[in-house]
Structure formats: C-alpha cells, structure tokens
C-alpha cells in the first residue's frame, strides 16, 4: 500500500475554521497524501483568502453545488490525476492521525472492495449520527469483526471514506443532482449495486464537529430550506434504492419512503394536523419518486 497514490478531497462551504482544523489533520497524517485537493464552493467568509496562501493545497473555487457537486468535482479532479485512492472528508470531521493509515491497512485488500469508511465520534464521545453507516446482514457482520476487525456496511458518508480507483472508473461519479443529503448514500449503495463490498474500519477514527448530535435532523428545519428539500427527496429516492437493490424489490422501496415521510412528519407535529407539513412532504415524496439523478462516467 505504501506505493499507492492517495489524494485527500475535502469540500467546503463558509466553514473556514474547521476548514483549517481538517486540512491539519490531513497534513499531519501518519501516512502522508499525495496531494490534498480542496473544493471551494463559492464561500464568503474569507475562505477564498486563506486558501490562496496555502502552498501545499490543489484549490478549486466553483459556484455553490452543494456537498454532492463539490464531491463530484473533487473525485473527478484526482481520478483524472490518476491516483489510485481518493479519500473524501468532510470540512468538519478532523481524522486522527492515523485515520489514513489505519483505512489503507486494512487485511482484505483486494478487488472487491468498494470503499473503506472510518469510525465517525462526535466530541462528546458518542458516535455521529450523521455519519452512521448501513450495515450488511448480522452474519457478515460478526463474521467479518470476529476474523478481521471489520464491520460489513451497504452504504457510507462522505465523511471520511476511502475509494479506490477501479470502482470510480466502473461505477461513475457522484450525482451532482443531489445538491446536499444523500449523496454519499446513494454513491455507495451504487458501488455496492456493481458488485463491490463496503466495509468500516473500526480503528480508523475522526472526530465530526458541528452544532449538534442530531439523530432527528429534520425536526426542527423550516420548509424552505435546502437541506429539508433536498434531503426529503432524495432519501425517498436513497429508501427506493436501498431496498431495489438490497431486497429487489421497487415495491418494497416505495412502502420504505413513505413510511420514512411519515416519520418525518410525526416527528415535526405528532399527532396535530399541520396541513403545510403534510402537503410539503406529500410533494417531496412524489419528487423523490420520479427523480432521475444523472450519473456520469469518470473518464481517464
């Protein structure tokens, strides 16, 4: 493994301070990256700034795509550059130093593997909510800690998660259509869909910082804004996914979505009738029926 290239993505947006604390975290990995490239996606914060004086860093500044368009851009920029890993982070999750070694260490190493995903904590010591993968069946996954030390997972975040090359020049690139939530899902239940495996690796491990440890992010988030719309749209689509691919089963996939919009609605009012709610996620539901992300190939 040491001889693989690996370039480390991080996207961000408005974020400088953990920009700052992340990319330290890259520079003082224990097992060095090649190249560290960073998305801008348009930030007014003084972002833009800081970057331009950073010596060590690829920068791209693009208009704001969301989390999924600057993963997109991100992914693309090092495939094309012909490394043979690509790690993706988040601006606000801060591996420790050895979080890259630790995914690269890893004893399967062989074709199979789809992507690696590091262990995600909040501060406080609690795992991440947002950074909770999937897993596969309860056999894989004490068969696969009992030998190896490492649990089977279906699907992933972008919050530190390791991809390496072949699977990108086979499964495409991230859907810039997702704009933000989801995105990652619906990545890495795709490469699980082309027959790859997707595993967490226990001792790599990151820290995420943000305001909160949320289990129910979308109880408290008004209509309008981008992470209600998007998120509700396309986790239907991610639950019709999941279960197409999982159970084969469309039907299934769409009984799935609903009762994830139902869940969402009884968290945000129980059992009062908010007739706004209910219209809302009646519309996102349909949307995320019918949504047709593009998915685009990656090119050498």
Known sequence: MKNYKVAAVVVTYNRLEL???????IRNQTRKV??????????????FEWLTKQNDLTVITQENSGSAGGQYTGIKTAYEKGY???????????????ALEKLLETKI??????????????PDGNLAHANIPELSNSYDVLNMISKYHIVPILSASFGSVL??????KKVGLPSKDFFIWGDDAEYTL???????????ILQSIATHYNNYNES?????????????????RNMVYVNILRNRIIHNSKLRGYVSALGFVIRIYKQRNGSKLNLVDLFSL??????GFIFSPQIEKADE
């Open 190 to 200: 795709r490469i699980i869909q082309n027959g790859f495996k997707g595993f967490l």
């Open 163 to 168: 991809f390496p090359r072949e699977v990108i």
């Open 84 to 98: 043979d890993w690509i790690w993706c982070l988040d601006t606000d999750i801060i591996a420790n130093n050895d």
């Open 109 to 122: 190493i062989n074709n199979s593997i789809g992507f690696l995903s590091s262990n995600i904590y909040y």
């Open 19 to 25: 920009l700052k604390k992340c990319i330290d975290a």
């Open 216 to 232: 129910k992010p979308y109880k408290d988030l008004k209509i309008s804004e981008r992470k209600f719309l998007f998120g509700i």
């Open 34 to 47: 090649d190249e560290i490239i960073v998305v801008n996606n348009l930030s007014t914060d003084g972002t």
């Open 282 to 287: 009646t519309r996102l539901y349909i949307k």
